[in-house]
């Protein structure tokens, strides 16, 4: 009987220390992974961000009436979009700040939904309007 004990004994003590193992390391790769998805997150609306002002003055020096429609993905975790003078900032739910600056002055606006997007820029006399693509 003390045989049985022993390796019951034994067994328990294997496994709580294979418990105390993976446990930390679970939690170690969970907090990487997030931190890894915000980085992906913020990286692609810091390209989408630069991609808009790009065109916006590709079709600024096209002139007026000159239209381009981009499609971009646009990630989860944006919670505004604010187009001010030459500046397009997008607002992420970290609490970070992405911040393209166009060659010249930026109008309209922009949903911050997330998904698939197509969003159409426009020159204007003095100034391109940038607005979601409903057609």
């Known amino acids: ?3 049985r004990g022993q390796v019951s004994i034994e067994f328990v003590i294997t496994v709580g ?9 679970t939690l170690l ?9 915000e980085d992906v997150n913020n990286n692609q609306a810091g390209l ?12 600024y020096f096209l002139g007026q009436p000159s239209t381009i429609t981009i499609k ?13 003078g030459r500046e ?4 992420s739910e970290t609490s970070s700040e992405i911040v393209s600056i166009a060659d010249i002055n930026l ?10 997007r ?3 820029i426009s020159a204007l006399e003095n100034q391109v309007n940038i607005s979601d693509d409903v057609s």
């Open 1 to 3: 009987m003390k045989k």
């Open 17 to 25: 220390f294979a418990m105390l193992m993976i446990i930390p390391l």
């Open 29 to 37: 790769l969970y907090e990487h992974t997030t931190t890894t998805y």
């Open 48 to 59: 989408i961000a630069r991609k808009i002002t790009d065109t916006a003055n590709a079709v």
């Open 72 to 84: 971009v993905f646009m990630p989860d975790d944006i919670s505004s979009i604010n187009i001010t």
């Open 88 to 91: 397009l900032v997008m607002v």
């Open 107 to 116: 109008t309209g606006s922009l949903s911050a939904s997330s998904g698939l």
């Open 118 to 120: 197509f969003i159409k």
